[in-house]
């Protein structure tokens, strides 16, 4: 199922016995049956009644809270799952440092696995589509092009061989970090050329891909925690990033070997003209780039149907929506606690 998004500034969602409705003032802007919404997204000014929290509450429908530029604040979810065996295993496994960086390790391959292959192939579709609609054109542009996305590849390979010759959760973050700075190295030539890209920046994003990929970071984010509450872990207790104070580093680990879906979508959206330059507009010091509400209306139609996408889950063998992938794996995470093996089956695109 997918979640409710609600956007509109000043809105309200309100309950009509068991469909939610979401009115701003007098108008009735959207509605859904309760039964189809897997949780309720605010992002800024949006409000709840009374009655839509309790009903949210009693059926364990979650609400995220965001920002309006998609920055998470919070969320308003129903009683704890009672998983104190499973969760105290999960502590235990996250403070042996052999446990956690065996973990890590296979999180950050699938990560630079999936990085890999949304490369090549989206530097050999918009080869395929500017030879087709200029079969007569020079070379030498696409010659730099692939120049510079192989470069960037041998960058990921590279880092692939060095994962495992990595022994401390520090020098898995440098082998990673690396790697990522090589990776959107090669973003600006998968990229129309109205696009202004340079590399990864954020607090705050400086441009509209940056924009762009923190928003879906956050989407996605969500997603992951989300499921891995689901399956019965603390989403604050990870292998690969730092625990710290309010951080889902669990959460933020599952997202890893998915954040090469978020990149597609965005690829996808700004390439086919969904979302233009002329939607994001200047802001301030504090949000240099802001983003109308039509490409965020887009993006995240984008994003859920991307999430609902069947593709082959090569760890099982069958045929999944990417939301499920993303279950599947929470409990490939409950799998390797449970059993005290550090054996985790990232998830590969193929």
Not at 108 to 133: M, P, Q
Not at 187 to 204: A, C, M, N, V
Not at 238 to 266: K, Q
Request: with cysteine.
């Amino acid at each position: 199922m997918p979640p409710l998004y609600v956007i509109e500034q000043g809105a309200k969602v309100h309950v009509e016995g068991r469909r939610l409705l979401v009115k701003k003032e007098d108008a009735e802007l959207s509605s859904a049956p309760l039964v189809s919404v897997s949780e309720v997204v605010l992002m800024g000014n949006v409000g709840l009644t009374t009655q839509a929290i309790k009903l949210l509450l009693s059926e364990n429908v979650d609400v995220v809270f965001l920002t309006e530029d998609g920055n998470y604040c919070g969320r308003l979810t129903g009683p704890a799952t009672p998983h104190v065996l499973l969760r105290r295993k999960q502590y235990a496994a996250q403070a042996d440092a052999g446990f956690a960086l065996k973990m890590g390790q296979a999180m950050v391959r699938g990560k630079l696995l999936n990085e890999r292959s949304l490369l090549l192939r989206h530097n050999r579709e918009r080869k395929d589509a500017a030879t087709r609609d200029h079969p007569h054109a020079s070379s030498t542009e696409w010659d730099s092009r692939v120049s510079a996305i192989a470069e960037a590849v041998r960058a990921l390979e590279g880092a692939l061989e060095r994962i495992p010759r990595t022994t401390t959760a520090n020098s898995l973050a440098g082998v990673e970090g690396a790697a990522t700075a090589a990776y959107f190295g090669a973003w600006k030539r998968l990229l129309k050329t109205d696009w202004h890209f340079e590399k990864r920046l954020r607090r705050p994003p400086p441009d509209p891909i940056n924009v762009l990929l923190s928003f879906g970071y956050t989407l996605l984010t969500r997603t992951a925690w989300s499921a891995v509450e689901a399956a019965g872990l603390d989403p604050y207790a990870g292998f690969l990033h730092v625990v710290d104070y309010n951080r889902p580093s669990l959460a933020l680990d599952l997202v890893e070997e998915f954040r090469a879906v978020v990149d597609g979508v965005i690829l996808w959206c700004v390439n086919s003209g969904q979302i233009v330059p002329e939607d994001f507009a200047k802001g301030d010091e504090h949000r240099p780039v802001v983003m109308s509400d039509k490409a965020k209306r887009v993006f995240i139609g984008a994003y859920e149907r991307r999430m609902e996408e069947m593709i082959l889950h090569p760890p099982s063998n069958e045929r999944l929506s990417v939301r499920r992938c993303i279950m599947a794996q929470a409990r490939e995470m409950v799998r390797c606690i449970q059993k005290g093996e550090p054996e985790y089956g990232a998830m590969v695109f193929r």
